[in-house]
């Protein structure tokens, strides 16, 4: 089997990174859709334009997007019509409701009709309806080390809510994306730290839906980490039990046999360098029983199981093929 | 006025940071006492071996020890009957009972009648205190930090303590102190992040001790950030009220008029070049009026205000000396 | 005496470094000329238009310029009318003829009148004149150290020029100036060393000019350092002789009382974090005795000897103070 | 075809790399040779002792040494008996004679009677003598890229020897090694740069060899770049023409059929990031027509083309296999 998938956006970091993942995939070939040219990018790919006439004749079997929200909101629905599979790695549909795009994209949604077929690819908890789908919103990167942290503990009855949970998650530049700004220059960026979007970030209420916290009971802050790529998000929270036992059960239970999660020894913590370039999702954890105090640590790349290879993840479940093609 | 006072492990980050801000203190004359030569240091400083009879013989004004705990244990016994000042920057007389010192530092106190002796040198609350002391127990990094950031809102009853208080820590290389090791080796820490000490930290102690918390309510991690020096605490909390001119007011009503005590604008926050090589910490704040959620991000540099900075202070306010001489 | 000193270009990295500087000096108060606001930079000191009523009107005793070339050559024939001394950290001034600007720069020279008038700001070779000039022209980053290490060689005829002379260059990213671009964006410059301006780079006249060398003799390659600041420069020539110790005595005597120059004994070299942060120019070479080939390499602080540092050395010859004042 | 492959000295940066790629081969199986157990480092592959009966009960197809030049020494002897394949990635079996090895590495060759017999694996100049070896000793990571931009040129007599060669060499710090050590220490390498073994590296005996260059002709200083990988090599040297066409032609006719070496187009350059994580040696150059004065730039990953991926490209070779297999 081979299929020709398209990439728009693939002067970004998260388009690069599909670009190359693509490349190295047994069953699939990257075709470039031409959002526009950039500086310092040249490729021996083919090139087809985004947009509807040149993308029909392509006969592509899927397209992914790793381009703006506006841009996709723009895209998507001509997208839809060619018949073509789509994966969007913005965040235009990954939130259930045109209110919430509203208030936390501060912009209208312009096709509200759309985010009912928008799948969360989240192939963890919802691997089937991906599987079936001809459109996958791709989850955010943040949104994505902590629903695989929290959702088992909660769904588990795990945690007591009313203590609130707090995410405490630090991110590589990369996340930031490739248009040069002062605040991701290299002299701003050495040797400094610095939290930004507390309490305010667009990826909070991706993580309220998923998990079923209100939001109030989840604080989140994201914070600049003067590396290129990576996230590791430190998660605290007080559990209904002290069991460490308990805790370490919650977690194999969901994930032992999970292709690109992987669990640590109770009290021992992953880093970034352990999932950099990987599609994996790393976790764990540690408790203090005499409080049922929970410190969980989830680290990925942000731009593999956090973007491009999560959305190559949910390609390969959309395609028919083995999840983990192309990812190992 | 001229004074001579002695350093004792300047081959370490703090030590060498200590002689650097001495060696221009308009005051102050560094001398070295040599606990041992270490590769790749000279200096034309002055040496005197760090035993009784050549520091007695020396009649330094005082004597700061940035050595290890045991090392601090060993000498400052024998020091203070030289008659000198003595500032340590150990945590060997941090903590204010042998039990504690032996649960976080693992190891029996030698000098237990000296422990009451200790002045805690944080001078932003007791600088009376420190100014007639023989001895001050310069603070840890980290807690220097949280109880800054802390403390004026405990004090004011502003926290919901039953929430519980999170401080999710990271700090600078330099922290780990200069000796060799596979984790602060270049290629194991560049490009990454990690987490230690998660919830046992031994300076979490000199946390509970001055600001009250009880440890099931404070719940701290350490992480090592890929730059050399720096420290930035992101401390989440749940205050008695959502009110944010309130939380100004209190912090501004603590440190408006203190030298090392910067404070932000509601809503903006520090970052680590703000305070890199100075012997600021500078605090800001983000609050959720709706949910009373409170996020307090408190920077400093770990070697000046987290070490070295901070025992010049404190001998400054030991020998009469304006507090800032040397520091600004 | 208290002089007051307009600083023109304050947001980028050299006169920040500049205000920096100033603001510690003992006889000196910076006065921001504003020749635009720029994002994320505030101040409580004393702006002046940057316009030649309001600079005659404020009395400034000196006006240092950290512009771009072309704003140099706009603002420099006004400002010397108003009387004031002026240091102009561009590249405007620096070279002696027209045909050189217009070829290295890609710009007609508007000013060629004030080109005679120009004294190069190099104080190691020329103090005397820039004692009594009202017009100082500082030399660029590169050109100060490879003009520190080559001259004294060259003047004592120990370099054989027939075999060319070598520059490898190598800068910190600040070097490259504040202003965003992807060149200089965190995530392409972390993790990356590059060359650029091979042989062609617009500070090769300056090193001709004062070396004496042609343009065949000396091949200059610049690259780009993933730090922040600093410039370290390996230089490769053929000397006349292979007595190290006659290589050694020729440094001495140029530079055995100089205040901002260091040698090295022979066959330890520098290396940039021994200049950071200071006005030092570090040097050391190796020679290889049975083939007379030597390597000499220098260290400075791109921001500081190489700008801002060594504009406030020549400030403080012009204005009759001791050469050193605020930059120890 | 499958094959298993022992690798001794895993736990260093190299013996990862070789891990790392021959855990994604095709056609091999690492199998572990425990020279000793390091901190942090577990693994569930097969574990066999490096001792002469545990390997040939093990049947190994080939092993390769990543281990420190004078464990190759006492390996390689008995490790041949068994007559498995064997690919050294020391510096003890490269330097033909057991005087130049006395010199350089300063230690008695022990062996001189397997000089003859090893084969220097460098690939692109010979081949047909690697694919019939027993014995491979793998080039350093310097001499790698300084072989492949210089020789081309050599061979075609288009380099004026009498000018001298200056090859200034930078390398990220996984090239010192994985062992702790204050010069490879984190604070002392970010925000620095140096210089180091200045004209008396051990790989220039490497690159004479090959090159046909004699010592005062070639000039060679290593530095240390603040990256964990990468290599960039600026080499200077005086052609015979100034003809620009004619350089590219004979690096065209070298390398233009070559899997693993890239060639830019004049006056464009690789740098590291090209390279990073890559089995590519990527040359670029700058020529000045009017002097013949012409620079190569050669950029390689120091681990992969400069050791762990050549290594394999060799071992493929000796197996029989593509020689790009597991490579890109």
Chains 1, 2, 3, 4 share one sequence.
């Not at 995939?25 to 947009?51: F, K």
């Not at 588990?156 to 630090?170: I, Q, R």
Request: hydrophobic share 40%; proline share 5%; net charge neutral.
């Amino acid at each position: 089997m081979h299929f020709k998938v398209g990439v728009a956006g693939h002067t970004g970091y998260s388009g690069a990174e599909l670009v190359k993942i693509l490349g190295r995939h047994p069953s699939c070939e990257p075709v470039l859709l031409d959002h526009r040219e950039t500086e310092g990018i040249t490729s021996r790919l083919r090139r087809v334009a985004l947009e509807p006439g040149a993308v029909a004749a392509a006969q592509l079997d899927a397209v992914l997007l790793a381009t703006a929200p506006e841009v996709s909101l723009d895209t998507v629905p001509w997208l839809l019509k060619t018949g073509t599979r789509v994966v969007d790695l913005s965040g235009a549909f990954r939130l259930r409701t045109v209110e919430n795009y509203q208030r936390w994209y501060g912009a209208t949604h312009t096709s509200p009709e759309l985010l009912a077929l928008a799948i969360y690819g989240l192939p963890e908890f919802n691997r089937t309806q991906i599987a079936g789908a001809q459109f996958v919103s791709n989850p955010g990167c943040y949104p994505t080390a902590a629903n695989l942290a929290l959702r088992p503990l909660l769904q588990a009855n795990l945690v007591d809510k009313s203590h609130g949970v707090v995410c405490d998650a630090k991110s590589g530049v990369s996340g930031a994306g490739r248009k040069p700004s002062l605040k991701t220059s290299f002299c701003e960026v050495t040797g400094n730290f610095s939290a930004y979007s507390v309490l305010n970030h667009r990826h909070v209420p991706e993580v309220l839906q998923l998990s079923g916290l209100q939001e109030e009971e989840f604080s989140f802050t994201a914070h600049l980490l003067p590396i290129a790529r990576g996230i590791l998000e430190t998660i605290y929270l007080r559990a209904t039990t002290g069991n460490v036992n308990r805790i370490a059960e919650v977690f194999a239970a969901q994930y032992s046999s999970e292709p690109f999660v992987r669990l640590y020894q109770p009290g021992t913590l992953p880093d970034i360098h352990a999932v950099a370039h990987t599609n994996f999702c790393d976790i764990g954890f540690v408790a203090d029983p005499a409080n049922s105090r929970v410190v969980v640590v989830a680290a990925i790349d942000n731009l593999v199981k956090g973007a491009a290879g999560q959305a190559v993840q949910n390609l390969n479940l959309m395609l028919g093929l083995p999840e983990t093609e192309g990812l190992l």
